[in-house]
């Protein structure tokens, strides 16, 4: 049996014809690149998705974090709590601005520490930025708190986790911004890089609507130096046609997760089951285990590909040793680190492959 860890071949097979209609409609338009049609109907979906005010599409889920510092005002010398443990874009984008990441270590469930936070706030503090990683929430009741404390904004990376729910808000509604990436191993994925940004503050809208079309008030006048990151038709086209399939892709990938959890022997590995206030949308599936590297090329072997969400922090990164970022002392997220393990998750697996990818991992200990 060969199990890849995401399938787009069967994705692409499920929605030939759909996306093929779609390409064919918008490339005779002649509108790509534009804020057009399809961006606007795109942004309109995510708002009522959402329940927010204001969505702006963008070209990453990068770009939605740095104009969403940009247009919160963070500049040089600033300082942002975030976490260590998540894709380099969270850190590179505090990083391009001037400011500096403070690091703070995470929970078993692999989000931030909360009761961590206040510690390390200063007066050069200027917001908090939680990673909602794998599909599963922060506590923001906990973080919005301290920073309506500490008069500090909230930039919520959402890229792994839309739809996630914390005490039945959706992720990104807490911040002062939420940003999102619908980059190809998304729930919600575009055909390319792609993202967007959810606000309920119309100042930040309208700066963050400028700036991504290099700060045009229009075509020949320029409000301010912007950049270019808007989203381009054609995907918009393809996230339009998606969106709608976006929770039945969740709800697929919840079972997947109950029928791992009902097979997979449980003195085996650690899984931070859902709580009552949380509903985890499962971006990925990430079990802690021991002897990890050799289950995974025992896994590997067995036709089961897997990968590893992450198994370098970026305060560990080179980059990050020249910035002497890898001072920090984060012995949860080192840990982590070495014992993470993602699992195949993707709405197309079948019931008898993740029966098989449970019956080999527990074969692997059995024997150990």
Do not use: W
Not at 267 to 276: A, I, L, Q, T, V
């Amino acid at each position: 049996m060969k199990i890849p860890y995401v399938n787009f071949y069967k994705q692409y097979l499920s929605e030939e014809k759909y996306l093929t209609k779609i390409f064919r409609r918008v490339v005779k338009t002649g509108e790509f690149v534009s804020t057009k049609d399809e961006v606007i109907k795109f942004e309109n979906k995510i708002k009522n998705l959402l329940k927010v005010r204001y969505a702006v599409a963008l070209n990453s889920g990068t770009d939605a974090l740095t104009l969403g510092l940009f247009a919160m005002g963070i500049k040089k010398g600033d300082e942002i709590i975030t976490t260590s443990n998540s894709f380099i874009a969270s850190t590179a984008v505090i990083i391009h601005l001037g400011a500096k990441p403070v690091f703070v270590d995470v929970k078993n469930d692999q989000n931030i520490d909360e009761n961590l936070i206040e510690a390390k706030i200063t007066k050069k503090t200027k917001a908090i930025m939680p990673v909602h990683l794998t599909g599963r929430m922060c506590a923001m009741d906990k973080i919005s708190k301290i920073a309506k404390k500490y008069n500090l904004g909230v930039i919520e990376d959402c890229a792994q986790s839309i739809m996630s729910k914390f005490k039945n808000r959706f992720s990104g509604t807490f911040g002062n911004v939420g940003c999102f990436s619908t980059h190809p191993l998304k729930n919600l994925n575009a055909l390319g890089d792609g993202g967007f940004l959810i606000t309920n503050d119309k100042k930040i809208y309208t700066r963050v609507n400028r700036l991504r079309n290099h700060g045009m008030l229009e075509r020949n006048k320029i409000q301010e130096f912007g950049f270019v990151s808007r989203m381009d038709n054609l995907q918009a086209a393809f996230l339009n046609y998606r969106v709608n399939n976006l929770r039945k892709i969740i709800k697929k990938r919840r079972e997947n997760v109950k029928m791992y959890l009902k097979n997979l022997n449980r003195n085996y590995f650690y899984f931070p089951e859902e709580k009552k206030n949380e509903f985890n949308t499962y971006h990925t599936f990430v079990i802690q285990v021991k002897k990890r590297d050799q289950l995974r090329n025992f896994l590997k072997k067995k036709g089961i590909a897997t990968t590893i969400h992450y198994p370098l922090p970026i305060h560990l990164q080179p980059a990050s040793a020249k910035l002497g970022l890898d001072k920090y002392n984060l012995p949860n997220t080192v840990y982590q680190s070495k014992n993470i393990l993602t699992l195949p998750i993707n709405q197309y697996l079948k019931k008898n492959e993740i029966i098989y990818i449970s019956q080999q991992i527990n074969s692997f200990y059995d024997h150990q």
